[in-house]
């Protein structure tokens, strides 16, 4: 079997060298999210901007939600126009739409988080899938040079703390 080196794609998804998209991440990137989502609605500062994750010999590494919005404000001009969102049974489901003032260019990035986490029940499962459609639109816009700015930036800033 072929090593294949993982990487970040254009639209912030960790992918192989291949293109082909790594899954098995999804968890794990999923509960950073809820996480850094649950942190800052109760006022925590977050520090964390970036995530490295370590699976099978590969290390992943991309911007969390945090970093995905300092991304946003580090390129200026893009802006949340529109979210809807819809509750069902077991779900709510987000739709946000991001414009890039500059270009006029705009983008839908859509959620859909459950309302139970580890089989309880989660009381924040409406504003995870707010925020989450938020910045899956939002990343649509940015550059990725300045993605690969603000993750180095933040990389680095890591290593110095340790």
Avoid at 20 to 34: A, N, R, S, V, Y
Wanted: proline share 4%.
């Amino acid at each position: 079997m072929e090593n294949k080196e993982a990487v970040i794609s254009s639209d912030g998804i960790p992918v192989t060298s291949d293109g082909e998209p790594l899954e098995e991440f999804g968890t794990k990137l999923q509960i950073i999210d809820d996480e850094s989502i649950i942190a800052d609605m109760r006022g925590h500062a977050i520090q964390d901007y970036v995530y490295s994750i370590k699976s099978g010999g590969r290390t992943i590494q991309g911007l969390t939600l945090a970093g995905i919005n300092e991304a946003a404000n580090r390129r200026g001009g893009l802006e949340i126009e529109s979210i809807q969102y819809e509750e069902t049974e077991d779900a709510w489901r987000a739709i946000a739409k991001a414009v890039d003032t500059i270009t006029g260019s705009s983008r839908y990035g859509a959620c859909e988080q459950p309302k139970k986490a580890f089989k309880k029940n989660d009381p924040f499962a409406f504003t995870k899938a707010v925020h989450k459609a938020q910045r899956n639109a939002l990343k649509q816009l940015i550059p990725v040079p300045v993605i690969q700015e603000v993750l180095s930036h933040y990389l680095k800033q890591n290593k110095s703390r340790k």
